[in-house]
């Protein structure tokens, strides 16, 4: 294959990556903007997302329908769960920004080490619902001006473009419920000053569980997105946590768009570098990117500086 | 309509009201004054619940609210003017008083009432709050606070660092919800703004109500003013 075709399939896989990273790095940010909480058990919700995909869309039957199944059904029982989570862990610890990062800490390995026990070391699939693989065209500069060509090997799956779009879908209605509605408004005033919004009767408790079940739910999205490209595996988790962090620390803590921008340059950036170069590299040039952030705009790409 | 009976509370380890007491009537403005570092804002912050009693009662209307969740308190019809204003920052400020309005499910038409009050809120309600002038932002605390119909009003420092035209369109909103019947709390370092208005005046040092005294006698013997400020 020629650069040019060559360069559009990475930036096409890097989208897949940006896409799924974009849902789980927005879970992160939320909870960390809202709630000032470092959630490290992050990536064993999107691990969790993609095993029990595994395990319900076989109690469904399989098939498109097991994964319909799992698609609606995980992301509630991950987000139930970590309501739970947060009410006898974090809640006990009234969200102490240091205490939480050592819970959460231990919230991811009870996570792992359940999984294991329950669902074993192996890495398993689940059948995408459906899986066309779509040619795709490229144009070249013939003697005689443009001609359309369809470069052997240029194709994308109908699951994959179903990634991104579900994930655009879900991240645009993020966007509209923090925005456009009462329930965004209570979570931004919370997050802005939580004392004062206790103070007009916002019960901060719950929104603060709500927070937390709706950013464990987006992660556990990722993961039932993820499992009919990437297999599910009990170790899953810590590699997309550390693009999450990555992601959000140069998108801006707590900012939406930011982390979208973010997710997108490292998707992108992760897929190009991976094809033409090496996996490694674009781990290390992606880790060089959020050292720079750190060192010349602590505050990320998108968010305020501390007041 | 609100009594403070005997309470203890603090921060944490901190103790910082002492078996404090007052109570506040409707239709009248009890006025709070002591030293920096009294315990004046901490009164105000254990009225709204924010702070664990670890002694005695507060009650609003015969109800016992002293050991509500801190939201339920507000839910009762106290409206809280903080000191600093906090504002919602990054809201605007329709934003600011739609949380004021969501407390108690107010009706729409209560908003209306308070822009009325706030002339100058109503040309600004796509603005954020951060980008409000000192005395605009005053308004908006105030604004957001009268959003939830109180029946008792909290005030803490509100003319802290205002021009004086500021100071009295606020003390003249003041003036008018206690004409209305609503129970004010007031907090302020400047006695002079206060005195004329004020019906009783509760004096605390270390956490403690050192007196509590009409303000009409005050107006009348100001030596009693030296005794308890050093002013
Ligand atoms: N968040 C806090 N944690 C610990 N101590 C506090 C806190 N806020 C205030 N204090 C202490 O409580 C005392 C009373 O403060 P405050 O009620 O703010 O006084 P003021 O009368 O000036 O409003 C002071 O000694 C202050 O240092
Ligand atoms: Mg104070």
């Known amino acids: 294959m020629e650069f040019g075709p060559h360069l559009m399939l990475a930036a096409l896989e890097g989208a897949v990556t940006a896409a799924v990273l974009a849902l789980m790095a927005a879970g992160l940010s939320l909870v960390f903007g809202v709630m000032r909480v470092v959630n490290v058990a992050h990536g064993e919700f999107y691990m969790l997302g993609a095993v029990l995909a595994f395990v319900v869309a076989g109690m469904a039957g399989g098939g498109a329908p097991g994964f319909v199944a799992a698609l609606v059904a995980v992301p509630l029982i991950v987000a139930a769960l970590a309501v739970a989570a947060d009410r006898a862990v974090l809640r006990r610890l009234s969200y102490d920004p240091e205490r939480t990062i050592v819970a959460t800490i231990g919230i991811l390995y009870i996570l792992q080490q359940l999984a294991l026990m329950g669902y074993g070391p ?14 795709l065209p490229w144009i070249d ?39 456009r509605t009462r329930i965004g408004l209570v979570m931004r005033a919370t997050q802005l000053d939580r004392e ?112 | ?86 504002l919602f920052a990054e809201l605007t400020v329709a934003q600011n008083l739609e949380i004021g309005l969501m407390t108690r499910n107010s009706p729409r038409h209560v908003l209306t009432r308070v ?20 005395g605009e932002q005053q308004m908006l605390a105030t604004a957001r606070a009268l959003c939830l119909e109180p029946r008792v009003l909290l005030l803490d420092e509100p003319t802290e660092g205002l021009q004086p035209s500021m100071i009295e369109a606020i003390r003249q909103v003041v003036i008018r919800l ?34 509590t005294a009409d303000a009409a006698d005050l107006r009348a013997r100001p030596e009693l003013l030296k005794r308890y400020l050093g002013v």
Request: aromatic share 6%; proline share 6%.
């Open chain 1, 122 to 135: 192996d890495a398993r699939p689940v059948a995408p619902p459906f899986n066309h693989r779509i040619a």
């Open chain 1, 141 to 179: 500069w013939g003697a005689g001006g443009p001609v359309l060509t369809w470069p052997w090997g240029l194709s994308i799956t109908s699951y994959k473009l179903f990634v991104i779009g579900a994930a655009a879908t879900v991240l645009a209605g993020l966007w509209l419920l923090m925005t």
């Open chain 1, 196 to 307: 004062t919004a206790q103070t007009f009767g916002i019960p901060v408790g719950r929104v603060y569980a709500l927070v937390f079940g709706l950013g464990a739910g987006l992660a556990a999205l990722a993961g039932v997105l993820i499992v009919p490209i990437q297999q599910a595996h009990y170790l899953m988790g810590g590699d997309a946590l550390l693009l999450s962090f990555i992601v959000v620390i140069i998108g801006g803590l707590g900012s939406l768009p930011g982390t979208l921008i973010a997710a997108v340059l490292i998707g992108l950036s992760d897929g190009i570098i991976s094809v033409f170069f090496s996996p490694t590299l674009a781990k290390i040039i992606a880790t060089l990117l959020v050292a720079l952030v750190l060192v010349f705009r602590p505050q990320g790409l998108m968010g305020k500086p501390a007041r």
């Open chain 2, 1 to 86: 309509m609100l009594e403070v009976q005997g309470i203890d509370a603090g921060y944490g380890p901190v103790q910082v009201l002492r078996g404090l007491s007052l109570d506040v009537r409707p239709g009248e403005i009890t006025c709070l004054l002591g030293r920096n570092g009294a315990g004046k804002t901490t009164t105000m912050k254990a009225i709204m619940g924010l702070l664990p009693l670890g002694a005695g009662r507060i009650t609003l209307a015969g109800e016992d609210i002293g050991r509500l969740p801190a939201h339920e308190v507000p839910r009762r019809g106290i409206g809280y003017i903080p000191q600093g204003r906090r």
């Open chain 2, 115 to 134: 822009l009325d009050l706030f002339p100058r809120l109503a040309d600004r309600m796509g603005q954020r709050a951060e980008t409000l002038s000192g």
């Open chain 2, 178 to 211: 206690k004409s209305e019947g609503v129970a004010i709390l007031l907090v302020e370092q400047r006695l002079d703004a206060v005195l004329s208005a004020a019906d009783r005046v509760v004096f605390i040092e270390n956490g403690q109500v050192r007196e």
